[in-house]
T-cell receptor
């Protein structure tokens, strides 16, 4: 019953460092998403992938890149981390139908110093 | 464009009291509406969803929500709060016209006082 698995759970970076957040789902979902959660701002969509081979920008894509490696995996890369990217990051997946629920991973807490 | 507004970032209720968490939405097309719950240090889980049909939707853990188109609201209620209900609750909306793109509200933290 793995569902959506995110790694790492915690990460501390220095300004300017790069890193990749990994996400994998085992539910054969077509759609995958990256959100960031900040206090008082709810969840904001960074990037999403409607299906394997496609990616699109969400509400706050600046400073991030994504790769839909295959149907299971969707990674988020910070090329040059900034303090403004300190946040909790959630990966999610869903069936492609419009009214289907999202399944979330347990999150990655990222601090950029 | 679609959006949701959750009134009250923090709500406190006594154990056994009514829980009412407010959500108003904006959507140019018929919306699909969701309530998610987030327990500490966890991801979000679906409580309930409204798609079409019956406007009163029942979810898990005794929660329910009513879709009121005239008021553009989708408030979450539970008749009697339990200590285990303490969590953060998010209202969310998505609408037709393409693949799923969900917009979340800013969240309401529910505190249950013994």
């Amino acid at each position: 019953n793995a569902g959506v698995t995110q790694t790492p759970k915690f990460q501390v970076l220095k300004t300017g460092q790069s890193m990749t957040l990994q996400c994998a789902q085992d539910m054969n979902h077509n759609s995958m998403y990256w959100y960031r959660q900040d206090p008082g701002m709810g969840l904001r969509l960074i990037y999403y992938s409607a299906s394997e081979g496609t990616t699109d920008k969400g509400e706050v894509p600046n400073g991030y890149n994504v790769s839909r490696l295959n149907k299971r995996e969707f990674s988020l890369r910070l090329e040059s981390a900034a303090p403004s990217q300190t946040s909790v990051y959630f990966c999610a997946s869903s069936e492609q139908r419009i009214n289907e629920k999202l399944f979330f991973g347990s999150g990655t807490q990222l601090s950029v110093l | 464009a679609q959006s949701v507004t959750q009134l009250g970032s923090h709500v406190s209720v006594s154990e056994g009291a009514l829980v009412l968490l407010r959500c108003n939405y904006s959507s140019s097309v018929p919306p699909y509406l969701f309530w998610y719950v987030q327990y500490p240090n966890q991801g979000l889980q679906l409580l309930l969803k409204y798609t079409t049909g019956a406007t009163l939707v029942k979810g898990i853990n005794g929660f329910e929500a009513e879709f009121k188109k005239s008021e553009t609201s989708f408030h979450l209620t539970k008749p009697s709060a339990h200590m285990s209900d303490a969590a953060e609750y998010f209202c969310a909306v998505t609408s037709s016209g393409g693949y799923q793109k969900v917009t979340f509200g800013t969240g309401t933290k529910l505190q249950v006082i013994p």
